[in-house]
T-cell receptor
Framework: EDQVTQSPEALRLQEGESSSLNCSYT??????LFWYRQDPGKGPEFLFT???AGEEKEKERLKATLTKKESFLHITAPKPEDSATYLC???????????FGTGTRLKVLA | DGGITQSPKYLFRKEGQNVTLSCEQN?????MYWYRQDPGQGLRLIYY???????QKGDIAEGYSVSREKKESFPLTVTSAQKNPTAFYLC?????????????????FGPGTRLTVT
């Protein structure tokens, strides 16, 4: 069964304390792995697309990486404004379908 | 400014009433989607459409209906047959190159509509 699992469910960090969020996937032919940020009561905001193992993308304090079974979202020296829920999704090859994980709720304390 | 708009932001209805949620995009995307988001669950697909006048059921289509008369618009009707309609509803759009395409494209989401049915 195609599945995307995110861990941890929730993460509290002190400002400046770097960490990583995990997204493991079992998808029969991955067309793309996507990361989004979602603030409370708002729609998800697109962050990154990864297509193949070994690929990395960076934006400010965030870096996304991809292996054949997992993707990581690394947060370097986070700030309170990085607090949000981070979602990952995989698109199944040959279909319209995107499979979403349940997200990691990140809280960065000042 | 290109993007997706959803209206209204909040919607309150009595049980037994149908309600229609609006979704408009000016990104010139072919594909549009409706998701439902409940606490502790991933986004669940209700309906999707890859072309005007065509749409398909997603994983939880029962009690919902859609139309796609224009490329820019994809309204969702929550009918009285939907047993648990209170939720946060998200509309999204993306480029669509066909199911045989080798790469996928990111989805862009609207701000959401929170529907409360009492």
């Amino acid at each position: 069964e195609d599945q995307v699992t995110q861990s941890p469910e929730a993460l509290r960090l002190q400002e400046g304390e770097s960490s990583s969020l995990n997204c493991s996937y079992t998808v029969s032919g991955l067309r793309g792995l996507f990361w989004y940020r979602q603030d409370p009561g708002k729609g998800p905001e697109f962050l990154f697309t990864l297509y193949s193992a070994g690929e990395e993308k960076e934006k400010e304090r965030l870096k996304a990486t991809l292996t054949k079974k997992e993707s990581f979202l690394h947060i370097t020296a986070p700030k309170p404004e990085d607090s949000a829920t981070y979602l990952c999704a995989g698109q199944i090859s040959g279909t319209y379908k995107y499979i979403f994980g349940t997200g990691t709720r990140l809280k960065v304390l000042a | 400014d290109g993007g997706i708009t959803q209206s209204p932001k909040y919607l309150f209805r009595k049980e037994g009433q149908n309600v229609t949620l609006s979704c408009e995009q000016n990104l010139n995307h072919d594909a549009m989607y409706w998701y439902r988001q409940d606490p502790g669950q991933g986004l669940r697909l209700i309906y999707y459409s890859q072309i005007v006048n065509d749409f398909q059921k997603g994983d939880i289509a029962e009690g919902y209906s859609v139309s796609r008369e224009k490329k820019e618009s994809f309204p969702l009707t929550v009918t009285s047959a939907q047993k648990n309609p209170t939720a946060f509803y998200l509309c999204a759009s993306s480029i669509w190159d066909g199911q045989g395409a080798k790469i996928g494209y990111e989805q862009y989401f609207g701000p959401g509509t929170r529907l409360t049915v009492t």
